[in-house]
């Protein structure tokens, strides 16, 4: 059988077989490279390796990798290991030593196997024609970049000065001062391929040096290295060139070497703006998991900048060695906002679901016109959208006024399933009012929080004789079945949840914060005049907030004050009259008819109900900025109990006997 050979008991091609031997060859030549550098590295060789499930574990901290005298890689490639091994392995092996022991200026310190960078730069040289000293600074740069080398004080990045530098395996005494023949066989034989990588990768790697360096520390150099190379990225380049002069002395660039690193967290602050110059990174929202990756030459961040609000995803790193330019809020401000605000795309699964695009409001004002959207978008941006002046497009109102939102879990992408993981914190009361405090999926059913609650309540009661139920403000009691889910987020407004054995039901009582508030609130009402409240309450109409002047209205028509006809009688006539007109734009007949002809009269930007709106969607999608909005509704304390209502009303105005 010709060409063919016994494995095992299968029959291979010769060829095959060469094939891997060469293979096992190259591996273990890798190996060896690596295996010098991993020793000083935390001793572990590690290969490149997915990206870790994103929504599991913990997420790293980005680590600072802004000062350039350090790695950017937490192991370097195997292309700079092994050059890095061919160069040492050479130097070792020349006539005139050029690795030997040195002091540092002023003999401070006296450091074994250095070389100065200038030596390194002039022997490198010689060993390639044509190669000139501006070009062997940077590929040194580059293995220092990797942690290949380092100056010995880690003071500086490369330079072809009369400073000192180490080879990393020498530094951490994990490699032999001698040489064997045949290492230095395979040095040379390695040689020109490995100079041409440090050739090709070293003025990425000057780059990358320059772009760490402070604003400050830029020299006209630097900023002349950083301008010609922002004028040929693709992303920038509908940009001016002096915006990229600008641009050239305060961008910055960010290492991120390991999959799982927070570049931000939804809800911060924005402080910036990014470019993925090359790996990738995930976009993370808060119960709906990765939305987006975002690749080489795509930006992010930008939506927290021009919106002054909090960032709308999470950014985590998905790849090994991901690199981003980042352009800090005041500069983004300064130079990019009037350019780069103008088109805001959002993509979840590869769709579109929000373009934003920026046009000319009135009196020169700005305003964002929706170019395209999924309802479910719309109402996202519409709860927490605070863009420029707040202005939203004619276009937006036909669509509040006539969209029909569905919960389309296929069109849509509702993760319900990841909603539902989502660990919430909530408190289960006994009967004595005292409460324990848990944290559970929001799909834990009643009978599991009713376990956890009686086992950290120290209630000796066998989990089928207890019962869960929500007391209302009103004493009105319901009972969960042990089957139910969401529980803590189906409670009405000032509902507490109660666990009690089945025969004590009855015992159970509303506690005095569910009537009324029992602390202060931070903005004391009596302290306002009522003019200064009557002010902001005819704001609302003003500025076409028709939420606002809903919520006014409904609460002014509430018996407990709609009752108090002493205080009424004192109204002037006229504005009696306007209340009246506005009541009855709340009257939901004929499909809110009133409130369809007040929003087609009043000219854009308004603010629509909110509620109305929501009533069609069967399970309101969790708002943007969720966490704010949750925190918001926590500590806003409300009196809902109808009976505490009139009780305070007649305490106002006494019923007539
Ligand atoms: N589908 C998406 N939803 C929200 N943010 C997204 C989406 N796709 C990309 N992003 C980016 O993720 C960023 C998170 O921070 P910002 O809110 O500042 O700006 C956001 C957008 O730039």
Excluded at 40 to 63: A, N, W
Excluded at 463 to 476: H, R, T, V, W, Y
Excluded at 530 to 538: F, L, V
Aim: glycine residues 6%; negative net charge.
């Amino acid at each position: 059988m010709e060409g063919m050979v016994r494995h095992g008991s299968q029959i291979v091609p010769a060829q095959s077989v060469m094939l891997l031997t060469v293979y096992c060859l190259a591996l273990s030549l890798v190996y060896k490279w690596r295996r010098c550098l991993s020793a000083g590295l935390g001793g572990v060789v590690k290969s490149q390796s997915p990206s870790p499930p994103l929504t599991q574990g913990k997420r790293g901290l980005s680590p600072d990798t802004s000062d350039p005298t350090k790695p950017i890689t937490e192991m370097p490639s195997m292309e700079m290991a092994r050059a890095g091994w061919v160069l040492r392995t050479l130097l070792l092996n020349e006539q005139e030593q050029v690795l030997r022991e040195r002091k540092t200026a002023g003999g401070r310190m006296s450091v074994p196997m250095a070389a100065s960078g200038s030596e390194l730069v002039s022997w490198l040289i010689s060993l390639e024609a044509g190669l000139d000293r501006q070009r062997a600074t940077t590929m040194w740069q580059a293995l220092l970049e990797e942690g290949i080398i380092f100056h010995v004080t880690g003071e500086h990045e490369f330079r072809d000065k009369c400073v000192l530098y180490q080879f990393r395996s020498d530094r951490d005494g994990i490699a032999g001062g001698c040489t064997t023949p045949q290492d230095i066989a395979e040095a040379e034989e390695h040689l020109q391929e490995c100079l041409a990588d440090l050739a090709d990768r070293g003025p990425d790697a000057w780059l990358r040096m320059v772009l760490r360096k402070s604003s400050n520390d830029r020299t006209a150099d630097d900023l002349e290295i950083i301008y010609e190379e922002l004028l040929h990225m693709k992303p920038l380049s509908h940009l001016s060139n002096s915006m990229k002069r600008e641009l050239a002395s305060v961008i910055m660039f960010e290492a991120h070497p390991r999959p799982g690193s927070v570049v931000f967290e939804q809800g911060e602050e924005g402080r910036s703006w990014y470019l993925v110059l090359c790996g990738s990174v995930d976009v993370v929202i808060h119960g709906k998991g990765v939305v987006a990756t975002l690749h080489a030459g795509e930006d992010f961040g930008k939506l927290a900048l021009i919106n002054e609000a909090p960032r709308a995803a999470s950014i985590i790193v998905r790849e090994d060695n991901t690199h981003l330019l980042r352009v800090g809020k005041d500069d983004f401000n300064r130079i990019l906002r009037d350019v780069e605000a103008n088109t805001v795309r959002l993509k979840e699964h590869g769709k579109d679901v929000l373009i934003l695009e920026k046009s000319q409001g009135p009196h020169s004002s700005v305003k964002y016109v929706v170019m395209a959207c999924t309802p479910a978008r719309m109402v996202e941006h519409l709860l927490d959208s605070r863009l420029d002046s707040g202005s939203i497009d004619p276009a937006l109102d036909d669509f509040l006024l006539t969209h029909e939102l569905s919960n389309d879990a296929s069109s849509e992408g509702w993760e319900e399933a990841a909603l539902m993981h989502r660990l919430i914190i909530f408190r289960v009361y006994c009967a004595d009012h005292t409460y324990c405090t848990l944290r559970l999926p929001v799909s834990a059913t009643a009978e599991q929080i009713k376990v956890c609650a009686a086992d950290k309540l120290g209630l000796r009661v066998r989990p089928e004789d207890l019962i869960l139920a929500e007391l209302k403000s009103n004493g009105e009691r319901v009972n969960f079945r042990d089957v139910e889910v969401s529980v803590p987020t189906s409670l009405s407004l000032n509902g507490r949840i109660f666990v009690a054995p089945k025969d004590h039901l009855d015992a159970l009582t509303v506690i005095a914060e569910q009537e009324a508030p029992t602390e202060g609130v931070e903005l004391d009402l009596e302290d306002v005049s009522a003019k200064e409240m009557a002010y902001h309450m005819t704001i609302c109409k003003q500025y076409h907030n028709i939420n606002g002047m809903f919520a006014l209205v409904l609460g002014l028509s509430n018996m407990a004050v709609s009752r108090l006809s002493l205080t009424w009688d004192k109204l002037p006539s006229k504005s009696r009259k306007l209340y009246m007109q506005l009541e009855a734009t709340i009257d939901p007949s004929k499909n809110h008819r009133a409130y369809r002809g007040v929003v087609s009269s009043m000219d854009s930007p308004l603010v629509p109900f909110m509620p109305l709106l929501l009533k069609v969607i069967e399970d309101p999608p969790t708002p943007k900025n969720e966490s704010e909005v949750r925190a918001y509704v926590r500590c806003l304390r409300t009196i809902d109990n109808q009976r505490t209502l009139t009780s305070l009303s007649q305490k106002l105005e006494p019923r007539r006997s």
